[in-house]
């Protein structure tokens, strides 16, 4: 038999304590910023109701994250960042990184820092059997693009070859009056008409990594479907860019870039 609860709702359609989760999640459904709980006990949700600031928030569970020391005072694998932090500091040129995945750290440790030093781990995590037999390795022989976007709209996007990033391919903007988003997808027709603009027929059918998953979907419908009002330049971008999608065919494999896998996506402006 399930465990009795009570539902504290302090910010509602109608605050107040539920004692079955179907009538409390009226109460909830659809209230922007809406604010609840459930408890054990009626005298718990009743002294919570009463004093909301009495509540303890409730602690998640921190993903464990490796700091892999490639050169420092003691080189090795750490899991404590201040365990870590001790190994760098006042060392000479010291290299280091942080990864998601106990599993890759281990892997760069032993490989060294130059295939891991430019890139970003701390999305990694460990992969099932199952996960790494379906997603396995990005292919060499590709594409990847990017964009990035502050708070004010101001984007731009680049592109780079996934295991040669010295330079980029392309590198667009900034633009004001913008999106992320929409820097993804004029990436992504970039990258398109770039590769297509080639006489090498191999070029035509080079897959190409996006990490954005809202792209890739406005680029299979054709069009830009931001809900932004982009500025006068941005719009021009995006016309010409529907423009070449519905005007062109192309044989490019778009595919999604698995970060957890691999880290950030080697066309990141790393500022995250």
Same mark, same amino acid.
């Given at each position: 038999?399930?465990?009795?609860?009570?539902?504290?709702?302090?910010?509602?359609?109608?605050?107040?304590?539920?004692?079955?989760?179907?009538? =409390?999640? &009226?109460? %909830?459904?659809?209230?922007? +910023?809406? $604010?609840?709980?459930?408890? !054990?006990?009626?005298? @718990?949700?009743?002294?919570?109701?009463?004093?909301?600031?009495?509540?303890?928030?409730?602690?998640?569970?921190?993903?464990?994250?490796?700091?892999?020391?490639?050169?420092?005072?003691?080189?090795?694998?750490?899991?404590?960042?201040?365990?870590?932090?001790?190994?760098?500091?006042? =060392?000479? &040129?010291? %290299?280091?990184?942080?990864? +998601?995945? $106990?599993?890759?750290?281990? !892997?760069?440790?032993? @490989?060294?820092?130059?295939?891991?030093?430019?890139?970003?781990?701390?999305?990694?995590?460990?992969?099932?059997?199952?996960?790494?037999?379906?997603?396995?390795?990005?292919?060499?022989?590709?594409?990847?693009?990017?964009?990035?976007?502050?708070?004010?709209?101001?984007?731009?996007?680049?592109?780079?070859?996934?295991?040669?990033?010295?330079?980029?391919?392309?590198?667009?903007?900034?633009?004001?009056?913008?999106?992320?988003?929409i820097g993804e997808f004029l990436a992504l027709v970039h990258a398109l008409a770039f590769l297509n603009g080639h006489k090498d027929e191999k070029m035509k059918q080079m897959p190409i990594y996006s990490d954005s998953k809202i792209a890739m979907e406005w680029l299979r419908a054709g069009r830009c479907r931001t809900k932004q009002q982009p500025g006068p330049d941005v719009l021009k971008l995006i016309a010409r860019a529907e423009q070449w999608l519905n005007t062109h065919r192309w044989q490019n494999p778009i595919?999604?870039?698995?970060?957890?896998?691999?880290?950030?996506?080697?066309?990141?402006?790393?500022?995250?």
């Amino acid at each position: 038999m399930a465990e009795k609860k009570y539902y504290v709702v302090w910010a509602g359609k109608t605050p107040g304590i539920y004692s079955s989760w179907p009538e =409390a999640q &009226k109460q %909830i459904s659809g209230f922007k +910023g809406a $604010k609840f709980r459930s408890f !054990k006990s009626w005298s @718990e949700a009743e002294k919570a109701f009463k004093d909301p600031d009495s509540v303890a928030p409730i602690e998640k569970d921190k993903k464990p994250m490796y700091y892999v020391v490639w050169r420092g005072w003691n080189p090795g694998i750490y899991t404590d960042w201040n365990e870590a932090l001790k190994q760098i500091t006042g =060392a000479e &040129k010291p %290299i280091y990184k942080t990864f +998601g995945s $106990k599993e890759l750290a281990e !892997k760069a440790f032993e @490989e060294g820092p130059e295939k891991y030093k430019d890139g970003s781990f701390k999305k990694t995590r460990d992969l099932t059997a199952e996960e790494k037999k379906r997603i396995g390795d990005p292919i060499e022989l590709s594409l990847c693009v990017d964009a990035a976007c502050n708070g004010k709209g101001d984007f731009e996007y680049q592109g780079v070859w996934t295991f040669n990033q010295e330079k980029p391919v392309f590198l667009v903007g900034p633009y004001q009056k913008g999106s992320n988003n929409i820097g993804e997808f004029l990436a992504l027709v970039h990258a398109l008409a770039f590769l297509n603009g080639h006489k090498d027929e191999k070029m035509k059918q080079m897959p190409i990594y996006s990490d954005s998953k809202i792209a890739m979907e406005w680029l299979r419908a054709g069009r830009c479907r931001t809900k932004q009002q982009p500025g006068p330049d941005v719009l021009k971008l995006i016309a010409r860019a529907e423009q070449w999608l519905n005007t062109h065919r192309w044989q490019n494999p778009i595919l999604k870039w698995e970060t957890k896998a691999w880290g950030e996506i080697p066309a990141d402006f790393g500022r995250k």
